[in-house]
């Protein structure tokens, strides 16, 4: 044995887990031999053993997970168990029973066991790998103008999940709009899009995200407002989106474009008299384009001021 052993008591180290022991006594005293005594091999110490851990349950929030230990030798043996989220450790989740919770969903999680007893060396083995069905990530990415195409990008799990979208305006389904893509559409203009996503698992509830919102460029209304004689100031008033946007306006009398009445008032004057007027205004973004829309017409009576 390494190190010193030449006591009557010796503690059983790791390294001899799995070796035969014996010992050897020498007596002397004074005018004697010196005498020797050797035993035969004394029991083997066994080592720690774990032969696998196997993970089962329901595999969705508000499922319970549970361990088996097989081969796990001697029985007497002390069982730590730490349950993992991806890599990160789950606080209080040290027993050998985990109830999935909703920071869970979409992710994959696994379990560390350590067996140990004193005096031989600590095994350690990881469980197999859990899947909880859920979704992590809905992502719609895409030019928010009539005309672009946007997908959403889903992070999900397990693979073998199925997925199902279904698009919204505002908070009204679109019909048709159930795929991982959508063409935006001159009814999109001035809205705010979102799609809905479901994974689902045989056997296990659906679960559902949905994603970002996107706000297409457009204007939705644009119209005038005040009393329609010279003198009098009308105003136009504009429901447009993104917010981010900026507004330009145009007015025109009849066909013609009004010169410098390119503001949201105008003040109608003795040639609008007996004239038809309309507001012109466009939305632009950088990035993204612009938007027009036509305000209602505004019919000025000959003679009235």
Do not use: C
């Not at 070796?19 to 035969?40: E, H, I, M, S």
């Not at 089962?56 to 319970?64: D, K, L, N």
């Not at 069982?79 to 789950?90: K, L, N, P």
């Amino acid at each position: 044995v390494a190190g010193p052993a030449t006591s009557n008591t010796y503690v059983v180290k790791a390294e001899d887990a799995g070796k035969a022991l014996w010992v050897r006594a020498k007596a002397t005293a004074d005018n004697y031999l010196t005498g020797f005594a050797q035993t035969g091999p004394l029991p083997q110490v066994p080592p720690l053993s774990l032969g696998s851990v196997a993970v089962t349950g329901t595999a969705a929030v508000g499922g319970r997970l549970e361990a088996t230990l097989n081969g796990l030798a001697p029985a007497d043996a002390t069982v730590a168990y730490q349950w993992f989220r991806g890599t990160s450790t789950i606080a209080g989740a040290t027993t050998g029973i985990y109830t999935l919770m909703a920071a869970d969903a979409g992710r994959d999680i696994v379990l560390k066991v350590t067996v140990s007893k004193p005096g031989l060396t600590a095994v350690t083995k990881y469980s197999n790998h859990v899947q909880v069905l859920g979704i992590t990530r809905a992502e719609v990415a895409g030019v928010p103008a009539v005309g672009s195409t946007l997908q959403v990008g889903v992070d999900y799990l397990p693979a073998t999940a199925g997925l199902a979208y279904q698009w919204f305006r505002g908070t009204a389904a679109i019909a048709g709009a159930t795929r991982a893509a959508y063409t935006l559409a001159a009814a999109d203009a001035g809205r705010d899009l979102v799609v809905k996503v479901t994974a689902s698992v045989p056997g296990l509830t659906a679960v559902t995200k949905y994603s970002n919102h996107v706000q297409v460029l457009g204007i939705t209304r644009a119209e005038v407002a005040g009393v329609p004689a010279v003198g009098s100031t009308l105003q136009v008033g504009v429901d447009y989106l993104p917010a981010t946007a900026s507004l330009t306006y145009q007015w025109f009398r009849g066909t013609s474009a009004v010169k410098g009445a390119t503001q949201a008032t105008y003040t109608l004057t003795a040639a609008d008299a007996g004239q038809d007027l309309v507001v012109k205004v466009t939305v632009s973004l950088d990035g993204v384009g612009s938007q027009v829309k036509y305000s209602n017409h505004v019919l000025v009576p000959a003679g009235v001021s």
